[in-house]
């Protein structure tokens, strides 16, 4: 099977690649899938004031699992919470040009997408009010 | 060093240039039809499938009558499986085979389970990949009919204890069907001292033209009967009807020809250079584990599951090299590898697996560079693995939930 010019160009060039410092404030993770299916995203963002100010992944997973994620957190970088929980899997599949059998791929990274900002979400509850 | 590399061996093998001279003059030349038995150019093509046959059958220490032609090794698995069932089904249906087979045989013992005519025993392989003979000779009973065993795994290189099996065969009267597709041409294969009655073998994978392969089928001691699969002109003393392809049939020749000449050397060659390949990797690379069998094992076969990273990807990031991976992303199902699974390999490390098959026109230099190429690569998946990432501050993977898809 060959792969698509961008998901090649993702998985040599990955964007984003890497992980936050931990206990980085306004940081939201992600984390999907499963070692035993082959493929586990780990997708984080940073947010200030409703705005994600910078996003970052690391996966395990084929090129297109790779390409997917690095596709998110292109995506995430300047959207607010509000327009990133609009990101789908199709747009994914879509822009990568992913195959049907490569699908499951760009599922996993809206998983991770929604997993981060849920994550982000219940922090920022759990915070007091004055500190948000 | 022209790239890409060819590390795919067990797969397919480039044809011989040797081996295609010898085709050249039975495609327009001398094209007659081995069954025309009136004219010269019938003659010709009889002539040159016989010489074939001979060259075959010495590689495998058999007899030239009890080589029948046939399209490769999955029509040789049918024919064996489908024939003796057949021919034999009055003394029994009991099939023995092994889980790490080539699906060419488990689709076809499967096939016959399906159909009601056969009972299956699918024995299991100890952590090396290999069949236990005890386990063969307790699995028989007075139905079995077939023993299915065969010679090398195409994926783990691992060699079977074939003599050992052979012997119980005979001593209980059951045939002996060996798949050694992966084995003919690499190491000696000895009909006669192994007990085979039935061996599958293939042209394309021992530098000879693809579409061509053999059935063995002992002819005396015992003499092995099997009921055709394919009605027609009664070719192949009425196992195999179908006018044979003499081109290719003359190219399966020269290349058992050239493979009982060379093999010796060839094996010695290529274990030296998989023994380079396996030692540089494995040392460079942490958490590296070898699949199959240590030491007993094909000369070109290495097979290695980098853990943390998964196999397709690594394919990618070497995409000039040709090699294979046991990950299910490489495939139509989403398992990984049957035979790995068999070998009690995890699932994680079955989806991690790289297979290297080494061949005749590899160089030491294609070596060094797949060496170099395979440590780069590993070590940049394994920055973007957040399995990596977890395992390095020491969490333990497995007491992870995780959220499986």
């Known amino acids: 099977m060959a792969y698509s010019d961008k998901v090649v160009d993702h998985f040599n060039n990955p964007r984003n690649m890497g992980s936050f410092k931990k206990g980085e404030e306004g940081v939201g993770t992600g984390m999907v899938g499963a070692p035993e299916c082959g493929d586990v995203m780990k997708l984080q963002i940073k947010v200030q004031n409703d705005t994600i ?15 997917s994620s690095s596709l998110a957190t292109e995506w995430l970088k300047g959207k607010t919470i509000d327009e990133a929980q609009k990101i789908k899997n199709t ?9 049907p059998v490569k699908i499951h791929c760009s599922v996993l990274a809206e998983d991770a997408i929604k997993a981060a900002l849920a994550d982000y979400q219940k922090k920022a509850d759990e915070q007091p009010a004055d500190t948000k | 060093m022209k790239l890409p590399i060819f590390l795919d061996n067990h ?18 030349e001398k094209f007659g039809n081995a ?13 040159a499938v016989e010489q074939a046959r001979k060259q075959i059958a010495k590689l495998v220490k058999a007899d030239s009558k009890e080589i029948v032609f046939t399209s490769g090794a999955t029509e040789s698995d049918n024919l064996a499986l489908k024939g003796v069932l057949e021919m034999y089904r009055e003394k029994g249906t009991h099939i023995i085979t092994s889980s790490t087979e080539h699906r060419a045989v488990l689709d076809t013992a499967k096939s016959l389970e399906a159909k009601g005519l056969a009972t299956v025993t699918y024995l299991p392989v100890d952590k090396f990949g290999m069949v236990n003979p005890q386990d063969v000779q307790n699995a028989i009973t007075d139905k079995t009919i077939l ?17 050992e099996i052979g012997k119980i065969a005979k001593a209980k009267g059951v045939l002996f069907h060996c798949d050694a597709t992966q084995g003919v041409g690499k190491i000696p294969v000895d009909v006669q001292g192994m007990g085979i009655d039935l061996m599958s073998f293939s042209a394309h994978k021992l530098y000879g033209p693809k579409g061509v392969g053999a ?10 009967r099997i009921a055709a699969q394919m009605d027609g002109g009664g070719h192949e003393r009425g196992m195999r009807s179908g006018t044979l392809p003499v081109p290719l049939i003359v190219g399966f020749g020269k290349a058992c020809d050239l493979c009982e000449q060379e093999m010796a050397t060839e094996a010695a060659r290529l274990a030296k250079m998989r023994d380079h390949l396996q030692t540089d990797i494995m040392a460079a690379l942490e958490e590296s584990y070898l699949n199959g069998h240590p030491t007993n094992r094909l000369p070109g076969n290495l097979n290695i599951s980098f853990a943390y990273v998964e196999g397709e990807s690594l394919l990618m990031g070497m995409k000039d090299i040709a090699l294979s991976s046991g990950s299910a992303c490489t495939s139509a199902t989403l398992e990984p590898s049957y035979v790995l699974r068999a070998l009690g390999v995890g699932t994680e490390l079955a989806h991690s697996s790289i297979r290297f098959g080494l061949g005749r026109f590899n160089s030491d230099e294609e070596i060094d560079y797949t060496i170099k190429k395979v440590i780069e690569v590993v070590t940049k998946l394994r920055e973007m693995s957040p399995l990596y990432e977890m395992a390095k501050e020491g969490v333990d993977l497995k007491s992870v939930q995780w959220a499986a898809h």
């Open chain 2, 35 to 47: 069954a025309s038995r009136n004219h010269a150019f019938g003659w010709a093509a009889e002539e």
């Open chain 2, 11 to 28: 797969s397919t093998t480039p044809m011989d240039p040797r081996v295609l001279e010898a085709m050249l003059p039975y495609f327009v």
């Open chain 1, 91 to 99: 747009d994914i599949v879509q822009e990568l040009n992913l195959p």
């Open chain 2, 147 to 163: 023993i299915s065993i065969m010679l090398a795994n195409n994926e783990i290189g691992t060699i079977n204890p074939v003599q």
């Open chain 1, 53 to 67: 100010v910078d996003a970052k992944f690391k996966t395990f997973g084929c090129g297109s699992a790779i390409a």
């Open chain 2, 215 to 224: 059935l063995y089928v002992r002819k005396r001691n015992p003499r092995v």
